[in-house]
């Protein structure tokens, strides 16, 4: 049964630094591994998906590495802002049932 | 482009009462997704419809059900409220392949179960 984990569970940053995420999953049956990110009263953003057969995707400040042998996948923020300060989600798409299984969250906070 | 868009926004049940909540995705989307958000279980995958059947399904009682109609407008009813279905629904919307491929997230529902 696939498990993603998310450590830390909260990050508080001061504004300019680069930052890591980290996501782990038991299980390395994955069809893609995806991020997201979760504003209060605002549902959930797309950030990036990474598909099994990939190791990596950008998008802008963002990137997101997937490395399915060990089971983790990171997103790496470049010089953070106060607006990226939000819930970072990540989840695993099983290859057989096509679920999406979800970590807890990273609350980041990026003080100005 | 509209977003997706959920109705109501914040709802209050008691505990016995069914409710349907709606969801009308991006246009031309044929896939929409429900998630269940609770502090305790975090996010979980309910089912997810593509023209107009259910395609997948998580593993929730037989008292969470839904459709799709042939606008893509999804709904989603759960009858026989527990305190413990308070959270924050979601629905989601893509082209055509669930997980697949990027999904839009409408603002969620929070319902309250008294």
């Known amino acids: 049964k696939q498990e993603v984990t998310q450590i830390p569970a909260a990050l508080s940053v001061p504004e300019g630094e680069n930052l890591v995420l980290n996501c782990s999953f038991t299980?390395?049956?994955?069809?893609?591994l995806q991020w997201f990110r979760q504003d209060p009263g605002k549902g959930l953003t797309s950030l990036l998906l990474?598909?099994?057969s990939q190791r990596e995707q950008t998008s802008g400040r963002l990137n997101a590495s997937l490395d399915k042998s060990s089971g983790r996948s990171t997103l790496y923020i470049a010089a953070s802002q106060p607006g990226d300060s939000a819930t970072y989600l990540c989840?695993?798409?099983?290859?057989?049932?096509?679920?999406?299984?979800w970590g807890a969250g990273t609350k980041l906070i990026i003080k100005p | 482009k509209a977003g997706v868009t959920q109705t109501p926004r914040y709802l209050i049940k008691t505990r016995g009462q069914q409710v349907t909540l709606s969801c009308s995705p991006i246009?031309?989307?044929?896939?929409v997704s429900w998630y269940q958000q609770t502090p305790g279980q975090g996010l979980q995958f309910l089912f997810e419809y593509f023209s107009e059947t259910q395609r997948n399904k998580g593993n929730f009682p037989g008292r969470f059900s839904g459709r799709q109609f042939s606008n893509s407008r999804s709904e989603m009813n759960v009858s026989t409220l527990e305190l413990g279905d308070s959270a924050l629904y979601l629905c989601?919307?893509?082209?055509?392949?669930?997980?697949?491929?990027?999904?839009?997230f409408g603002p969620g529902t929070r319902l309250l179960v008294l």
């Open positions: 990474i598909q099994s």
């Open positions: 299980d390395s049956a994955i069809y893609n």
């Open positions: 989840a695993a798409l099983g290859d057989s049932n096509y679920q999406l299984i």
């Open positions: 246009s031309g989307h044929r896939s």
């Open positions: 989601a919307s893509s082209g055509a392949g669930g997980g697949q491929e990027t999904q839009y």
